[in-house]
């Protein structure tokens, strides 16, 4: 039996998850399916949202906030962060444009998450 | 001057929720003012995701969400003046602007919402002794440095402060390189959200001492280190279990305040809990015609909740602008046994039985609880919950009928029930 706080969303539900047979876990206290989901990977392969910002040139803001389009695997946060160190974007950015594609060969892209116009 | 039918302060989530409600009740004579230079407050520089799954159904981040809101303000033709400041709101409801657009101008409004959201309780707003180095900031000020200005505070940090805003940020800096050495809480609990303790600190192993404090800053042109010491029950410091940890920065994540300077300004009659404004059912305060809304009422962790908030003040906003009374008698919402507090403030006594939505904060962690309404000492609504916590907002929802038995009572009290 292992206690855990699914991080899904900001409900934070207390979850109790009996992983005594890893085909077949267990999972209470959750509010919504995904809390199941969420105790599964945790437990087999735990993945996490990233998100940063990146340099911007000729935009009315020096940085442009990004995101992975979903959660990546939990080993792979620092390394898709190094790769963006080095990103510079040209303004105008929009919402959703891809800043990395597949990132760290994981399948996921970084994509941008706020509008920039040019200065 | 210049006439108006709604002036809103603020074009953060609370006053862009507040102008596209009152404009979809038919309301055209809209005025949003904010004071940065872009619509979206807060939620700019909180670039990380938990935002919007109650109201868009998807996790957002902040600039995304904020975005949302913008494109239907900017759809609706809603007008707005960004770089513009409020400076004075008057009993008379004439609110006074300065933009470098306008220069200072006067509106007389039928209607105002205050929607001005919170600012961080500085450093001189808790006493800590020692140096005065550089390296000292708030959280969200290293928030915006790091996320907007692209500019690192430092290297090896302490926060002092478990709130949202502390969490974040110590992942925030873990993210950039730096080194977070501890994050250090006054009281026995974080009044933070559980998911933010998981992803923000167990994630990376950042320790998190609850009942410590910080006593001392070292260093004189550059902080060097904190001295962090347990407290007793009386949050009083153990001074001989003090310690140093060296660090080169130290971000206070100590609260947030209300900006409620305008609504006094105004005569509006603040909670001395809340720190916002005494509302009722519809958001309005003791000053006819002016509305509150969001973070500067009271401080929401979840912008969901303040969307929504918002759109029912706009709602109500425009009632009022066309013409409904409003009500003279209120019944005031006593909240005992560990509730803190509740919004509304007060009820109206009037015939208006309509669903409503309470929000409340509990004082202290409590387990096996139920959260009930009394009217009159008889109860009216019960909700049982496994644990309540100081940093989790309550919410209940409450049918007409619930609603027409309290607005005929003489006594309303919000308990819980251990
Ligand atoms: C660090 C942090 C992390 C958060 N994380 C989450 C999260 O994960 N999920 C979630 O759902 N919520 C989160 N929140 C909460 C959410 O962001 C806030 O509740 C929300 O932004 C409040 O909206 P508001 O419009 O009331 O205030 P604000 O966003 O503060 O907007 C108020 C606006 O009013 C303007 N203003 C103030 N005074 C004047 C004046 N005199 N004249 C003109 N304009 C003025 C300000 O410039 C500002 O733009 C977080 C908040 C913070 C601070
Ligand atoms: S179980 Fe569902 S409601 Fe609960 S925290 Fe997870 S995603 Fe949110």
Same mark, same amino acid.
């Given at each position: 039996?292992?206690?855990?706080?699914?991080?899904?969303?900001?409900?934070?539900?207390?979850?109790?998850?009996?992983?005594?047979?890893?085909?077949?876990?267990?999972?209470? /206290?959750?509010?919504?399916?995904?809390?199941?989901?969420?105790?599964?990977?945790?437990?087999?392969?735990?993945?996490?949202?990233?998100? /940063?910002?990146?340099?911007?040139? /000729?935009?009315?803001?020096?940085?442009?906030?990004?995101?992975?389009?979903?959660?990546?695997?939990?080993?792979?946060?620092?390394?898709?962060?190094?790769?963006?160190?080095?990103?510079?974007?040209?303004?105008?950015?929009?919402? /959703?444009?891809?800043?990395?594609?597949?990132?760290?060969?994981?399948?996921?892209?970084?994509?941008?998450?706020?509008?920039?116009?040019?200065? | 001057?210049?006439?108006?039918?709604?002036?809103?302060?603020?074009?953060?989530?609370?006053?862009?929720?507040?102008?596209?409600?009152?404009?979809?009740?038919?309301?055209?004579?809209?005025?949003?003012?904010?004071?940065?230079?872009?619509?979206?407050?807060?939620?700019?520089?909180?670039?990380?995701?938990?935002?919007?799954?109650?109201?868009?159904?998807?996790?957002?981040?902040?600039?995304?969400?904020?975005?949302?809101? +913008?494109?239907?303000?900017?759809?609706?033709?809603?007008?707005?003046?960004?770089?513009? =400041?409020?400076?004075?709101?008057?009993?008379?409801?004439?609110? =006074?602007?300065?933009?470098?657009?306008?220069?200072?101008?006067?509106?007389?409004?039928?209607?105002?919402?205050?929607?001005?959201?919170?600012?961080?309780?500085?450093?001189?707003?808790?006493? +800590?002794?020692?140096?005065?180095?550089?390296?000292?900031?708030?959280?969200?000020?290293?928030?915006?440095?790091?996320?907007?200005?692209?500019?690192?505070?430092?290297?090896?940090?302490?926060?002092?402060?478990?709130?949202?805003?502390?969490?974040?940020?110590?992942?925030?800096?873990?993210?950039?390189?730096?080194?977070?050495?501890?994050?250090?809480?006054?009281?026995?609990?974080?009044?933070?959200?559980?998911?933010?303790?998981?992803?923000?600190?167990?994630?990376?192993?950042?320790?998190?001492?609850?009942?410590?404090?910080?006593?001392?800053?070292?260093?004189?042109?550059?902080? =060097?280190?904190?001295?962090?010491?347990?407290?007793?029950?009386?949050?009083?410091?153990?001074?001989?279990?003090?310690?140093?940890?060296?660090?080169?920065?130290?971000?206070?994540?100590?609260?947030?305040?209300?900006?409620?300077?305008?609504?006094?300004?105004?005569?509006?009659?603040?909670?001395?809990?809340?720190?916002?404004?005494?509302?009722?059912?519809?958001?309005?305060?003791?000053?006819?015609?002016?509305?509150?809304?969001?973070?500067?009422?009271?401080?929401?962790?979840?912008?969901?909740?303040?969307?929504?908030?918002?759109?029912?003040?706009?709602?109500?906003?425009?009632?009022?602008?066309?013409?409904?009374?409003?009500?003279?008698?209120?019944?005031?919402?006593?909240?005992?046994?560990?509730?803190?507090?509740?919004?509304?403030?007060?009820?109206?006594?009037?015939?208006?039985?309509?669903?409503?939505?309470?929000?409340?904060?509990?004082?202290?962690?409590?387990?096996?609880?139920?959260?009930?309404?009394?009217?009159?000492?008889?109860?009216?609504?019960?909700?049982?919950?496994?644990?309540?916590?100081?940093?989790?907002?309550?919410?209940?929802?409450?049918?007409?009928?619930?609603?027409?038995?309290?607005?005929?009572?003489?006594?309303?009290? +919000?308990?819980?029930?251990?």
């Amino acid at each position: 039996m292992r206690e855990m706080i699914c991080i899904n969303c900001p409900m934070g539900c207390r979850l109790t998850v009996d992983d005594s047979n890893l085909q077949d876990i267990k999972v209470t /206290g959750n509010i919504c399916p995904r809390g199941v989901i969420y105790a599964k990977n945790e437990i087999t392969s735990p993945k996490r949202m990233v998100t /940063g910002s990146v340099k911007v040139a /000729g935009g009315n803001i020096a940085m442009v906030s990004v995101k992975t389009r979903e959660a990546i695997p939990k080993h792979l946060i620092f390394d898709s962060l190094e790769l963006l160190k080095d990103v510079v974007l040209q303004a105008p950015v929009h919402i /959703g444009d891809v800043v990395i594609a597949d990132v760290c060969g994981c399948g996921v892209d970084i994509i941008a998450t706020k509008e920039i116009t040019k200065a | 001057m210049r006439k108006m039918n709604l002036v809103i302060v603020g074009g953060g989530p609370a006053g862009l929720a507040a102008a596209k409600a009152a404009y979809d009740c038919g309301e055209r004579d809209i005025l949003i003012l904010e004071r940065e230079a872009e619509l979206g407050g807060i939620l700019n520089q909180c670039i990380h995701n938990g935002f919007g799954l109650h109201t868009f159904k998807e996790e957002l981040t902040g600039p995304e969400y904020a975005q949302r809101y +913008i494109d239907q303000v900017v759809e609706r033709g809603i007008e707005y003046r960004v770089n513009a =400041t409020v400076i004075d709101v008057s009993k008379d409801k004439v609110v =006074t602007y300065v933009s470098a657009v306008d220069g200072l101008t006067q509106i007389q409004a039928k209607a105002i919402i205050l929607a001005c959201g919170c600012r961080e309780r500085p450093r001189g707003g808790i006493n +800590i002794a020692g140096m005065r180095g550089a390296g000292v900031f708030s959280a969200g000020t290293a928030q915006k440095l790091v996320n907007i200005d692209g500019y690192m505070p430092g290297k090896e940090c302490v926060i002092l402060g478990s709130g949202d805003i502390g969490l974040i940020m110590a992942r925030r800096m873990t993210f950039e390189g730096a080194k977070v050495k501890a994050v250090v809480e006054l009281m026995p609990y974080s009044s933070g959200l559980n998911r933010n303790i998981v992803q923000c600190l167990n994630d990376f192993d950042i320790p998190l001492y609850f009942s410590h404090t910080v006593v001392d800053i070292k260093g004189k042109d550059r902080v =060097t280190g904190v001295v962090v010491a347990p407290v007793d029950e009386k949050l009083a410091p153990i001074m001989d279990k003090a310690e140093l940890i060296e660090c080169d920065t130290l971000l206070l994540s100590v609260g947030l305040l209300p900006e409620n300077e305008l609504a006094k300004q105004g005569g509006v009659e603040l909670s001395n809990v809340t720190g916002g404004a005494v509302v009722d059912e519809n958001m309005m305060t003791n000053i006819d015609g002016v509305f509150e809304c969001g973070n500067v009422l009271h401080v929401h962790d979840l912008v969901d909740f303040v969307s929504a908030e918002s759109e029912n003040a706009g709602k109500c906003a425009v009632a009022y602008i066309n013409g409904l009374e409003s009500c003279a008698e209120k019944i005031a919402i006593n909240c005992t046994n560990g509730v803190r507090y509740c919004v509304p403030t007060q009820l109206n006594r009037d015939d208006n039985y309509q669903p409503l939505n309470f929000k409340m904060r509990v004082a202290n962690v409590f387990k096996k609880v139920e959260l009930a309404v009394f009217a009159d000492g008889v109860k009216v609504f019960g909700k049982k919950r496994p644990v309540v916590a100081p940093g989790e907002m309550e919410s209940i929802n409450l049918t007409a009928e619930q609603v027409e038995t309290l607005k005929k009572a003489q006594h309303i009290e +919000i308990t819980l029930i251990k």
